[in-house]
């Protein structure tokens, strides 16, 4: 079953003793075929003088760890290819959990630490959640050791690399909404490979605060998503019949936006590389979602919607089509999602008007918004 959103978000501040009950036990996970269940393949070898296990790529979970709230620690090290690797953690199942993973590619720039949550699917919405408390610089060596050190407390988290005091990167708010508490290794899709040894947690059941985020002011909150259809058997620019889509009333949820992944399987391919497809909407095995929402107008007039999408976006209003943006990662930039930027004038009737996204997936994560200006 998808994840759904939960409204209320619970936001704490951390320090660098917090995560931790006095008294609380730590937890050595082992490193043998019985604890861990993989997408992929894995094998546990002797890699740089210590034991450990190998993931190919996807994600292994433990069989036995319960956690939730306090620390995890582990240590990792990348291959000479590896460029993704890292940490699931309140993994509900192998296609949903919280994602900290790490590019050695990236090494000494902003995109080296990356957070974001795995949705329906083993890929992470890097896309969607990037910038101030999703990404951090790290210096990242290949075939070394690094230890990680992961304190979650409610919907917040703080890394620590090497056994530093100072955070490499503090997480305000987890995004998946979920109630897991499985533990595993992950490789990203694509894989290349990566190490992990000494994996250990400590369970924190300390009282934490709530608070709930307020969505900016105009965000168009109520929607309704259809089903994924697959994008080359569409004409972009042209409606299909509505009528004949299956309609599911979703909700925007904070920054303002709607995460697509929450609701559907993103397909996972790997990046268009041919212009003409991208622009055609002929990318072999992307998906589309059509999603669409009413706003009434007092009179006729213009109205300014801003917006931001992830991959492809066509929108309509009242069924003629007013705008059309290609960004997928690689395409133009890295292809991130961001909920302003993006701006388009909305010619509205007096009376309801019909405002439907068409919004097309390759990979990295599948989000839209909306937000009127007043």
Avoid at 220 to 246: F, M
Wanted: proline fraction near 6%; aromatic fraction near 10%.
């Amino acid at each position: 079953m998808p994840i759904r959103h939960v409204a209320t978000a619970l936001v704490v501040s951390l320090g660098a003793g917090a995560g931790t009950s006095a008294g609380a036990q730590t937890v050595v996970l082992p490193l043998t075929p019985a604890e861990w269940t993989a997408t992929d393949s894995i094998r546990f070898e002797t890699y740089l003088g210590r034991p450990s296990i190998y993931i190919n790529k996807g994600v292994a979970l433990s069989r036995s760890a319960t956690f939730r709230n306090g620390t995890l620690e582990f240590d990792m090290a990348a291959g000479p290819k590896s460029n993704n690797l890292g940490i699931a953690f309140r993994a509900e199942r192998p296609d949903a959990f919280e994602v900290l993973f790490f590019r050695p590619g990236a090494s000494g720039t902003i995109d080296a630490t990356q957070y974001a949550p795995a949705i329906n699917g083993v890929a992470a919405a890097w896309q969607i959640y990037h910038g101030a408390g999703a990404n951090a610089r790290a210096t990242l060596p290949r075939e070394a050791w690094i230890h990680v050190k992961l304190q979650v407390v409610a919907d917040s988290a703080i890394v620590y690399l090497n056994n530093a005091t100072t955070p490499t990167l503090t997480i305000p708010r987890l995004r998946l909404a979920g109630s897991g508490t499985g533990i595993g290794l992950w490789g990203s899709n694509f894989g290349l490979g990566a190490y992990f040894s000494n994996i250990s947690y400590t369970v924190d059941n300390a009282p934490f605060t709530s608070v709930a985020p307020a969505l900016p002011a105009g965000t168009i909150e109520a929607w309704q998503l259809s089903e994924a259809l697959d994008a080359p058997d569409l004409v972009p620019g042209t409606l299909p019949d509505l009528r004949r889509l299956t309609w599911e009333s979703v909700r925007a949820e904070s920054p303002g936006l709607v995460l697509v992944n929450r609701y559907r399987r993103a397909p996972g391919i790997s990046a268009p590389a041919d212009e003409d497809s991208v622009l055609r909407g002929r990318v072999a095995g992307s998906k589309v979602v059509f999603a669409r929402t009413t706003i009434e107008s007092d009179r006729e007039r213009l109205r300014l919607l801003h917006f931001g999408y992830s991959d492809n976006v066509v929108i309509y209003c009242n069924g003629r089509p007013i705008y059309s943006g290609v960004n997928p990662a690689f395409f133009r930039s890295l292809g991130n999602f961001d909920p302003i930027g993006n701006a388009v004038y909305l010619p509205l009737r007096k009376g309801r008007n019909e405002i439907v996204y068409a919004v097309t997936e390759f990979f990295g994560g599948w989000a839209f918004s909306g937000r009127l200006d007043k």
